[in-house]
């Protein structure tokens, strides 16, 4: 089983869930090998009904489609399609937590505005003041001119205008800068329908205006609005991996990506009646535990802890200790559905965007939130006395993290408590004590042994003194290794960055949240260009990101939105794109020249620290920074 995982409890799992001839995701990839050859090179097209088509990379068969699409165009527009899929996914969280915020602002429903201060700093931003208003009033005006961007047709998204101003102007140059979020995700589905848009190039930089929609307008929303609402996390401790589920308690599993459910779960189980029905019912209390993003949101803001990731989500149902999985969207896993009815285990849907058959369903509606949660708690618990005891069986390993830095937190932290700059970041950089900063972060995916890519590689990067920022499935990854610990440091970390980690008392790996939150990622490169001294862009930046697991079409819409934004990205598993050589340059090379970012596509973790930390040192010489202080380890 080792292969499969490099966690011990989900090891564990596997040999159980092999033992009772229950069927996991990994069973499934094995049924499927081996995959399509022409998928996997985008050369398939099945966008009209003269189709499908494929095209033949190597043979005397086609080289066109029916109506003449060659194979630039088949990869260019699957991937453009990709990034539309991920920026809607990202961005209709984003429009969600925007009519929550108007709800909370006219006083309907269970929420209530948080954060005052960043409400008012975001106001300001869109143009709305003065200060003298109240929080009701300002969030009502952010809330509609928000919701407004979405639908915006021409202009810009306002949070384009925190990027570096050399980069807003290069986006205006190659006209990618995103004018409103639904119209670049509309557009991209347009121009790649039959017969639109032919030229590869054209449909990529189309693409990138897409994926910055969602970077600088759908996934920065849902990040500043969650906060206003739900409070600006700050570093919090928690525990982490399937040890967290409890053998005499009720255990409530959360997964999937939006908090606003989860928030009023989190209150709801703190209710004193529901925990006396959970006694009633024979448990010593309720356990609330999180999957996915959705644990990360409420680990972040509440210290919840945290399950598993992606591939844990089968395997915590495994355990027979789960009385009820609320899921509401995105990576929820339809073979929950089977196995949820092999155990007691109550499987709960909760968004009318995402039902499965023969699925419980409470309809989580914003105005009643609070009478949802409590509702779906109650279920739980009354499901409590049907567990099987003989079947119970949760793994011994859960571990220690600290989560929930931020762009202001990490301001604090680095800064200082009483200097609320980056200086000392941007000192450390340029005086080489820290090589760089690199965000690991993405999915699991089978194709790859579960958390080794993120592991691997965040490992080596580490060692060579990089500051790793991390979020999703990536950062669940690293907490249940224990990177997420401050101690971390002294086993993991470089000279350089060990130094750094003592002074400030901070994990090496600092834990920023769920996939959405990788605009703080945005925000905070934002920062330690206006603090100055390394260049006026991201792109001279010595920074990268990686996604070592890639799975979801999220993940290609992240990977855009930093390439265009100026940073160098690395892919394990190639997109699919490789059956066009073109398509495959302009990627991995053409693009640096374009947008002053670029991919990189390598499966071996450590020959992709290698190439990141290449890439840094090449950052670093050419704005002529100091050797960094120790002999690299990777050379
Ligand atoms: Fe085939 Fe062209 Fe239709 Fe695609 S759009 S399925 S290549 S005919
Ligand atoms: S949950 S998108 S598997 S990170 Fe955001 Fe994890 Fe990837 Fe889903």
Redesign the pocket.
Known sequence: MKEKSVDRATVQMLQIAKSEQLETIWDRWEAQQPQCGFGQLGLC?????????RIDPFGSGPK??????DAD??TA?HIARMIAAGTAAHSDHGRDVAHTLLMAAEGKGSYRIKDSQKLRKIAVEFGIGPDSKSDAEIGKSLARKILAEFGQQEGELTFSHRAPKPRQELWRKLGIMPRGIDREVVETMHRT???VDTDYYNIILQAMRTALADGWGGSMISTELQDILFGTPTPIRSRVNLGVLKKDEVNVVVHGHEPLLSEMLVVASRDPELRKLAQQNGAKGITLAGICCTANEILVRHGIPVAGNFLQQELALATGAVDAMVVDVQCVMPALVSLSQCFHTKLIATSSKAKFPNVEFVEFQEEHAIESAKEILRRAIENFPKREPRRTQIPDESMDMIAGFTTESVFKFLGGRYRATFRPLNDAIMDGRLRGAVGVVGCNNPNTPHDWGHLTLTQELLKNDVLVVTSGCSAIADAKCGLLRPEAAYQYAGPGLKEICETVGIPPVLHVGACVDNSRVLTTLMEIVSEGGLGEDFGRLPVAGSAPEWMSEKAVAIGFYFVASGALVHFNTPFPTLGSPKMHKLLTEDLEKIVGGKFIFEVDPLKSAKAILAHLDKKRAELKLKETMYTPVYA
């Open positions: 097209c099945r966008i009209c009904n003269m189709g499908p088509c066109r489609g029916v109506c003449g699409a165009t088949f527009r329908t039959m017969g």
